[in-house]
């Protein structure tokens, strides 16, 4: 028996839309027991562009997860992604006001509250605030200052917004669909949470999350989750290229990207073709097999590099020991391993949900990982009970599993 009510995630994607419900099993393990899906529409780069086509998939997804799940859904916690969510560090310092100048609890939740009053523009909406370092006078790098000595506390915050429009607008798709929203959070955040283990999250690891219109990036580095973000790019750029260069619709990009595309390009096989489907009243034509994947590889090697890039950046490339971790959609292309480790220069792995038990479908696919780990952040953070206008806190023991 479940000992809390059920969770609902749901993830509006660029691709699909899905519900996963999720119920605990004595307040430790994390059982999926309903999955609704559906072919997403009104939805570009993880962004709405049509409320009332998203509002209609959404339903479709809804009814599938109550059906299977055998409940019915009031209220939802909703994933958020798109290229406008991106993170900084913030640093907030206080004095040490105690006379024996010993840090104590309150000067701890002093200096937090410093870090997280950041100066952001007012179209801008603060999602996750998650403790990094202390430091107390110069001593840097402390995990827990309670009991040291010292003239200033401060403490760094890594802070994850996004434009708050965006945000309403997924909100108001929910909304619209009779359902209420219990809380938001990051994509990427939720696919870490959903795939890393606890030595993954010690040693430093990136995930990165391939979907449809966009691509998620959360690391793990010197022991905390040192950067996160968004590009608004993915899976569906790959297919539109497709269509343009080799001159088809787009379904038919899609159908071909999935069943015969690879990240690498195959010299061997560049003399072999792929036989398409009469479409429209055009006769049935055959496609280099080489052009396809030439055209994959080129996009998918750009997704890759803008995380790359970003970590070099960051100064974060080689400070983690567990190498890459893919997950969504993109990461079942074929040969997107070797892709990926060709321009990480790190090991890389697919990511598939870990600690989850219940539908099988869920374990085995990278898809899943980020409303599977939104069911775990769910539970994690449910005795908070906070509401979408106020700042989410999700402290830094409870994210790096410890």
Request: a negative charge; glycine letters at 10%.
């Amino acid at each position: 028996m479940s000992s809390e009510p059920p969770v609902v995630a749901v993830e509006i994607g660029t691709s699909r839309i899905r519900a996963l419900v999720g119920e605990t099993r004595d307040n430790v393990n994390w059982m999926i027991t309903g999955l609704g899906e559906c072919p997403s529409r009104g939805v570009r780069k993880g962004e709405i562009v049509n409320v009332e086509n998203a509002e209609t998939c959404l339903r479709t997804a809804l009814q599938h997860a109550e059906e299977n799940g055998h409940l019915h859904i009031h209220q939802v916690h909703l994933l958020v992604t798109g290229g406008h969510i991106d993170s900084l560090v913030n640093r907030g310092s206080v004095p040490i006001m105690d006379t024996g100048h010993e840090v104590i609890r309150e000067d701890i939740e002093h200096a937090m509250e410093h870090a997280r009053t950041v100066a952001l523009n007012d179209d801008r909406q603060i999602l996750h605030t998650i403790c990094q370092h202390f430091y107390v006078d110069d001593q840097e790098g402390v995990p827990d200052p309670l009991g040291l000595e010292g003239a200033k506390l401060s403490v760094d915050m890594l802070v994850i917004h996004g434009l708050l429009n965006r945000i309403r607008n997924l909100v108001r798709v929910v909304r619209s669909a009779q359902v209420e929203v219990q809380d938001v959070a990051f994509s990427g955040l939720c696919s870490a949470l959903a795939v890393l283990t606890r030595e993954d999250k010690e040693s430093g690891v990136a995930v990165v999350d391939l979907g449809g219109g966009t691509t998620d990036f959360v690391v793990y580095a010197r022991g905390v989750i040192a950067d996160a973000g968004c590009f608004a790019v993915g899976g569906d750029h790959v297919s539109n290229d497709i269509a343009r260069g080799l001159f088809l619709s787009v379904s038919e990009a899609e159908r071909l990207k999935e069943n015969e595309g690879n990240a690498m390009v195959d010299l061997a096989a560049r003399s072999q073709k792929v036989v398409l489907a009469s479409e429209a009243g055009q006769p049935a034509r055959a496609v280099k097999l080489s052009d396809l994947n030439t055209i994959i590889h080129a996009r998918m090697d750009e997704i890759l590099s803008l995380v790359r890039n970003r970590l070099e950046q960051k100064e974060l490339l080689h400070t983690f020991g567990g190498g890459v971790v893919l997950t969504g959609g993109g990461a079942r292309m074929k040969n997107i391993v070797p892709l990926a480790e060709k321009i990480f220069g790190l090991p890389c792995r697919i990511g598939a949900p870990v600690g989850l038990a219940g539908l099988a479908v869920i374990a085995e696919g990278p898809q899943y990982a980020a409303p599977a780990g939104m069911i775990k952040y769910a539970f994690k953070t449910r005795p908070r009970d906070q509401g979408l206008g106020g700042t989410l806190i999700s402290m830094m023991r409870g994210l790096l599993g410890k």
